[in-house]
């Protein structure tokens, strides 16, 4: 006998309601939207003071080790002189344009390509940056001699004073007996505590904790040289700032410097009018990669992406209508924003396709033409971190015309 209750699974009343997803964070990491590549085997390390004879293109911002960059060359250059079986993978050089003093060094970082699309006048690539270089000289054909940096790790000042029989007693767990064992180490010492204070980076690594969890990221790198390079990527920097953690080999030193940047809240401005954009509280992490990564557009410009929340009101627009197509963001629509004061491009609004994806939308801001300002005052004093003030020798002089090729977009492409 049938019932004459109603199914629940037959009414419309009662659908199930879908359950919210969280977005995927590695998938921006894959940059799906260039297409199947085929893998490039081998990875090469050169050795730091040495001199070597690289392929080299322009680019338009500075890149640190460990950032993805995907590329899109308009010649094949890179591949010549190369045979099918080298263990040592497909290697270049990015060196960046008008990233440099007038006279000064030009600096650069070494690209291992780990995916590649097929051979032809575009050569569509993903890449890794791995080593800070300076050009020696150039070369014909695209090609230049190029010096590889070191990345120095100073022990701990104090600790290093230690006798061998008192170093176990600086690797406790536990912070309070560490702070004991310090203090009581500077009474035997010449200098105060607080000079060696100076040189320890227990003050940065606890802002950095604060930084990381206001933007909810619990896993970063560990490693102290790959971490300084991870953070002056992902927090507020000014160009200049940038400019002097890269060029800098000690660890120590870039440390310093975030831990000054750390100390002021920033916002982010229109580069061409100084228009309001975002806040400092308004980034997040869209990709694991954390909140600003390198992506390619259809044209082959790369655009450094930082991604928030949300924008100040009225300070940006819309234009044109949304777009799926090349996507960096899979299940996320596109559409270009400007800047309503200036009308200059500032980037993109991402809205999500289904409905029960979260974050329903946001913002990818260009690292072109954004730049960032402090509430407070963040000036140098003189002569601090003063580390690409020189001179270069006549060997490093260069003809920057045939580098600005790779570089030469029109705002068009730059979309």
Known sequence: MESDLPNPQQSGDSAPIPTTEIYNTELPTEHAYLGKMERVEGVDYLEPGKTYRLPIYSHHSIVYPGEIVPLMLNDSTLYSGRSNDSSDGLKFGLVFQNQYRDGGRVYGVTCQVYERGAEGLS????TVAQQR??????SQERRADVKILPEIVLPDPLISTCSN???????SSRKDRLST????LTQTTVWPQFVYDQYDTKEVMAKVERFLSSLNITSVQTDKVKLSFWLARNIP?????RKMIFCTDSVLRRMLIINKALDHMWYFICKRCESEIANYDDMFAMSKQGVQTSYCNPAGYVHDTLTVHKTKENSTLPVERPSTNFSWFPGYSWQIIVCANCRQHLGWKFVAEKKNVLPKSFYG???TNITVK???DLKKTEGEFDLTARTASNEEQLDYEELSEFDS????EMY
């Open 123 to 126: 050569a569509l690539m993903k």
């Open 133 to 138: 270089f300076y050009i020696v000289r150039q």
């Open 165 to 171: 029989a008192m170093v176990r007693y600086a690797h």
């Open 181 to 184: 064992f310090k203090r009581l």
């Open 237 to 241: 920097l000014t160009e200049e700032y």
């Open 365 to 367: 801001l260009s690292g």
């Open 374 to 376: 402090s509430h407070g």
């Open 409 to 412: 977009s029109t705002d068009e």
